[in-house]
């Protein structure tokens, strides 16, 4: 695969000059997306704070160029399947979660440039959904579960580099404000919990120009 990686990095250099970022251009990336959470919440049943595991899905990103510097992109996955406990109990459930986020891009350097950066700032949409208790959280006697929708802020730093006038090579660092409500019912009894997830996204993929 290494091998394979600088072959290709090699007949990038050889090639012409590419120009797959000037304005009306449009393009798609897929790869890798990897979300990474910083949960935190409010203490829950006096055992602390829910933990939320990583999770690895298809990231898609579809970018069309105002001009030569600005982007605007939009970003989509398949669903991304976290698992939720506590440290005292383990995995008490499972949530999914589709992210959809919108950018506006500025790309540095020139249309000529095979290598160019770019930081983005937009806002994020999370909608929750399959949520539901393991056998250990429905053993503790906890049901109806749900998770509130956010909307937040997002940011991103990334790089294209041209392998061709049509392919690229992309890699990106995503942050997202994500800020819910986890509901659910203890014993019976009615549990709201503030919940941050916040997470880190890491990208990796491959693009073509339309």
Sequence with gaps: MKKLTVAVLMLGCLSGEALAHEAGEFFMRAGTATVRPTEGSDNVLGMGGFSVSNNTQLGL?????????IGIELLAATPFRHKVGLGATGDLATVK????????????GDAKSKARPYIGAGINYTTFFDTDFNQTGKDAGLTDLSVKDSWGAAGQV????????????????WYMDIDTEVKF??????????????????????????
């Design 61 to 69: 990103t579809f970018d069309y160029m105002v001009t030569d510097n």
């Design 97 to 108: 979660q589709l992210p959809p986020t919108l950018m506006a891009q500025w790309y540095f």
């Design 158 to 173: 990334g790089l294209d580099y041209m392998v061709n006038d049509d392919w690229l090579l992309n890699m990106s660092v």
């Design 185 to 210: 019912k203890a014993g019976g009894e009615q549990q709201n919990i503030n919940t941050r997830i916040d997470p880190w996204v890491f990208m990796f993929s491959a693009g073509y120009r339309f």
